[in-house]
């Protein structure tokens, strides 16, 4: 179960909004660079972001270059999940491989900034507590759950490795 309050921002955010590419020199300390997770997008996010807060999106979240490390900075900067109309199919995958989960729902513009979720991953349920209303979406597979429990690709290969192998 995932609960936190929502930041929302809008459609399109790609991930020079999430790592900005002047801070391209940071891609080697991620907790600095963390620091400025989202400023292109909005600039009191990083200062304000707390442990376990959320964000809601519109379309196509995460488009862009491949930027591996924007969904390491958002994860470090203490963002829980992301929840959008859609995603970026390598920002999709990128999320997944460091243990940051996504959710795709169609009525993710239905949510309000300050609203406070209660996702559950494997059943498929948001709960928006704050307006009282609950939405389904499809239920994460069952190995990226465990993707994420784990914390992400690496933690998941380092016990399961064995099922890789031929």
């Known amino acids: 179960m995932i609960k936190g309050k929502v930041w929302k921002f809008g459609n399109d955010i790609s991930t ?9 020199h940071l891609r080697t300390d991620l907790p600095e660079l963390a620091k400025h997770v989202l400023e292109d997008a909005r600039d009191d996010f990083p200062q304000k972001v707390e442990k376990g807060d959320l964000i809601t999106a519109g379309r196509n979240f995460g488009l862009g270059s491949s930027r591996e490390h924007a969904p390491r900075i958002m994860k470090l900067a203490g963002i829980s999940c992301v929840v959008a109309k859609n995603f970026a199919r390598i920002f999709y995958r990128n999320s997944i491989n460091v243990g940051l989960p996504l959710v795709e729902l169609k009525e ?12 559950n991953l494997e059943n498929g349920i948001l709960k928006d507590i704050t307006r009282n209303k609950e939405y389904r979406f499809k239920p994460l597979p069952e190995f990226i759950l465990k993707i994420i429990e784990m914390g992400g690709i690496e933690n998941y290969i380092k016990k399961y490795g064995d099922y890789f192998k031929e």
Request: hydrophobic share 40%; net charge negative; no cysteine.
């Open 16 to 24: 020079d909004h999430i790592a900005p590419g002047r801070y391209f």
């Open 108 to 119: 993710a513009d239905e949510i309000n900034e300050g609203d406070i979720l209660e996702i």
